[in-house]
């Protein structure tokens, strides 16, 4: 930076230090990135935050979960009908560990190297391997499901949107939803926000377990979920 710059010695004029301003942004932007990506973006720069919470989701398990994709790995090769749901119940879960606690749900990473290798085998596509889980993306089920990639992306966000996912965390996810290139694979990355009070889906409340999803029931279960959130 510093050969680029005018720094002659009383060099004071308006135009000489724009052109400075301009170099130094031009220089340095590209090493940083939006904090808040528009909703449903699909490019590199958010491919960051998804690296590293990847990387964090070796130790906090709970707060983070990977699917590889919503068709299923057998024979069949159909889509799993139950998936969006069950996707919808973790982000509740996730949202319930309590309050300040940040977290995401990602779509197209497999965090087993069995299902990884099954899909190299099924779908001739190479993983990138991250930590202990492996990017798989989501474009290859693209052809098996007929779908664009917006379409494929506009699924998931409908079904968030009609489910009965309680405020403000319904909104809050569907505000955050990214797509992303991670090594030539598209990732739907569902980022569930920091709450401050709990949530449900029809009044079912929904908790972690370490990396599984659970349904709360009874009364103690219930206001263990109550007391997080309490001010």
Known sequence: MHSKLHIAAGQTRSEPRQQNIDVAQGLIQKFFEDKEPPALEHGVGSAIPFENAIRRSRIETGCYECKQGLVRLDPTRTEDKELLQ???ETL???ANIGPGVD???????ADDKKDADRIQQLDAIQPAHISSRYVVGVDRELRLLNLSLEQYKLKIVHHISQ???SEPLRSAVL???DC???RGLSVICLWVPPQTSYSSIDDRVFVRKGSSTEEAKGARALNSVFERFKT
């Open 86 to 88: 069950r996707i919808v």
């Open 92 to 94: 509740c879960a996730i």
């Open 103 to 109: 977290g995401g749900l990602f779509i197209g990473v």
């Open 163 to 165: 489910s009965a996912l």
């Open 175 to 177: 505000a955050k939803i």
């Open 180 to 182: 992303i290139t991670y």
